[in-house]
């Protein structure tokens, strides 16, 4: 294996390593045995910082992945015929492998956004076809939340959307892969953005915001709780040795561990973003509203950068290119990459 010659990875949260604090709580739930496969200790501990964090309704379920966890959360609400509503950017309709089609069985129904975000009215095409009998069924609304192009929904936003779904008899599921950088984005309670809103199904992504392979599904319509054991188990998202995951979890959750990591994460995307405006040949694609940059940049310039660091193009025909930052990431990062930057375009 080539090293690289740039420590600091700018192509995603997930290069990054784990968070001292997960990795101390991991090491603090090692000595000993445990029961397995969620009878524990540590497993209970999460569920109680579920129900402190989100409202004393609300059920957590810790899982080994963002697309796990996103499966499970929609086979909760879906029937063999029924389909979901999703933005065309949506990380299960594009980068999920089929997962949803494959192993639910289901259809999405993909809707263009500008900017990454499903309003209202965008359900009332497939809304439409709700009782006829040759078409699939919209049964749930499925955003992210931080959205692909890195915006990010406000709470009255999510809960006209929630209406606007409930009120045809379907339900909104949030992947929250990046749930913490859009409450810290939005200086909010992870609360105001789930329980308070009207969400009924959503992830919350810890392996994005520092933690090692721990994610979970959090379940806030009570009548679909009971099934995630069993659909849980059946996706292949039980973990034998859950004690690690549960105590990863938890430590995010504590002492707003999850607040911090992603604060800081979305405070270097914006300097890096401040520096890009005094470079008028890039510019922003999207509003930096998380820990995500999506510039326009030159041809030459990304192949020069890419020489030294690492990132993706997440549309090479307009020269967009996805800048990501970490818990992990510096001032000092940042900034020698705005230098990197400078140097390439002059």
Request: aromatic residues 6%; contains cysteine.
């Amino acid at each position: 294996m080539i090293e690289p010659t740039y420590p600091k990875s700018f192509a995603s949260d997930n290069h990054a390593g784990v968070h001292p604090a997960i990795l101390d709580a991991m090491t603090a739930a090692n000595p000993g045995d445990a029961r397995a496969y969620g009878d524990d200790t540590w497993t209970a501990d999460f569920g109680r910082h579920v129900k402190d964090v989100f409202g004393p309704r609300a059920e957590g379920f810790p899982v080994l992945n963002g697309a796990g966890a996103n499966m499970v959360g929609l086979a909760l609400m879906l029937g063999r015929y029924d389909a979901v509503i999703c933005p065309d950017t949506a990380h299960i309709a594009g980068h999920e492998t089929g997962a949803a089609e494959r192993l639910l069985g289901t259809k999405l129904i993909t809707i263009p956004t500008p900017d990454g975000k499903l309003r209202p009215d965008d359900l009332a095409g497939p809304r439409s076809t709700i009782g006829n009998h040759h078409d699939p069924q919209p049964r749930a609304v499925s955003i992210s939340q931080v959205t692909e192009l890195g915006t990010c929904y406000s709470p009255d936003e999510i809960a006209a959307l929630a209406d606007a779904a409930h009120a045809s008899g379907m339900r909104l599921h949030v992947d929250g892969a990046r749930l913490a950088n859009a409450a810290a984005h939005l200086g909010c309670s992870l609360a105001a953005i789930t329980t308070e809103v009207g969400v009924d199904v959503f992830s919350f992504g810890g392996t994005k915001n520092g933690a090692l392979a721990a994610e979970a599904v959090v379940v806030l319509d009570p009548t679909l709780a009971d099934a995630v054991p069993y659909l849980r188990r059946q996706s292949l998202q039980l973990a034998s040795k859950m004690r690690f995951i549960s105590a990863q979890l938890s430590a995010l959750l504590t002492d707003d561990l999850w607040h911090r990591n992603a604060s800081h994460a979305n405070a270097m995307a914006m300097r890096l973003a401040d520096g890009l405006a005094s470079i008028p040949q890039i510019a922003l694609a999207y509003p930096v509203e998380s820990n995500a940059v999506f510039a326009v940049v030159p041809p030459a310039v990304a192949t020069a950068l890419l020489e030294r660091f690492l990132f993706h193009h997440t549309d090479e025909a307009a020269g967009i290119v996805r800048w990501m930052t970490a818990f992990d990431t510096t001032p000092a990062h940042v900034d020698d990459f705005l230098d990197a930057i400078r140097k390439a375009v002059s």
